[in-house]
């Protein structure tokens, strides 16, 4: 490779150039200086390791043979060390052998330059890691940036969730709530309708990540701008869908589940567009509240809605979820699911409904065994006293 070529490559740098022979050292500066790199010089391991830590080079030339600390102890030490494991090591040694090599790389380094050197073969290797560093480093940048933005858009998201659950002498509600990263499509409210009257949303927004988390929050403004009180269960899903027309035509769609709940008559109206629905735990049985669904919303028009009423009990629990909860899966595949919803459920007896979610949420974790979850996660539990 031309000499020109290989300065044109390598971003200028700070290289560390380590080797106990005066001349070799004099070679190497007068080989690597006309890059417009920042050249750093030591005669032994110890002073390169002193520099290295002071210095922070982006590159280190490293002699292998030298007196007292040779070369792969110092780069044993260098890459034991938190402020100078990044630097990119090379060695240079008159031992060509494969095993010597071996051990290097081993070692940590990135390459092995046989000696007597040549400009050419330094300036190009040296051209080639600095580049391929260089870029690792903006990459690295690039995804810490975007990591950071992603967590504040978490934690903006957070601020739109219901920041209390509604206070009733008849009926108590409990939340819980996770993303499988930063920002998700999960989105669950609870509207005071009036006259011990509730409105309960849950919804889920196909897919993860920035996307969902934008949909969810335009749900949660449609749904915080209905017209008069949302007291008719499809009426809501219908206003909610045709706000997405412009969805219509996408890949991107939502389940939705919508009820009403009268806690001083005791029952429940509710109606469900592909959403799951609701655990009811009476007692010692936990059964699915029976209800037909629709399509799912932001597809397509919605046609006929079902609303099923259903009357309810003192005592009874219910447990509104998305699918996050009973598709999280422990570290050999195996899922949650709805049975084990259940009888995490039926466990909870007649606690407090924040306590019936930490109860059932624990189980789950114990079971996820700190498997990570692959989708947003809501629960919520509502109980009448």
Known sequence: MPIETAHAIAPPSTILVVDDSATNLQVLVRTLNPGGHRILAARDGASALEIARKAKPDLILLDVMMPGM????VCRAIKSEPGTRDAAVIFLSAR?????????????????????????????????????????????????????????????????????????ASVGFGTFYQTSR????????????????????????????????????????????????ADDPPAVLHYLNRHFRFLWET???????????????RTLRLSSAGHPLPLLCRGTEV???PGDTSL???????GEVPCVEHTLAAGDRLAFFTDGI???QAADGAMFDLDRLAAALQRSGTRAPADVAAAIVAELDAFAGGHEPDDDQ????VGLD
Do not use: N
Not at 70 to 73: Q, Y
């Open 96 to 168: 060509g052998e494969v095993a010597d090599k071996v051990s290097g790389l081993e070692l940590g380094a990135i390459d092995y330059i046989t000696k007597p050197i040549q400009a050419e073969e330094v300036l190009a290797r040296v051209g080639v890691h600095l580049s391929r560093l260089h870029l690792e480093r903006a990459l690295r940048q690039s995804r810490d940036r975007l990591d950071r933005e992603l967590a504040s858009a978490g934690r903006m998201q957070q601020l739109i969730l219901p920041p209390a659950m509604p206070v009733h």
């Open 70 to 73: 040779d070369g792969f102890d």
């Open 287 to 289: 059964t699915t509240l």
């Open 378 to 381: 809501t629960l919520l539990i």
């Open 326 to 328: 009973t598709d999280r």
């Open 251 to 265: 890949p991107m769609y939502a389940t939705a589940l919508y009820g009403v709940l009268d806690a001083s008559r």
């Open 182 to 229: 930063y920002a998700g499509g999960d989105y669950y409210d609870v509207l005071p309708l009036g006259e011990g009257r509730f409105g309960i949303l849950v919804t889920d927004v196909s897919g993860h990540g920035a996307p969902a988390a934008i949909v969810m929050a335009m749900i949660r403004a449609v749904v915080h701008t209905y017209p008069g009180t």
């Open 296 to 302: 799912c919303v932001l597809w397509q028009e919605l």
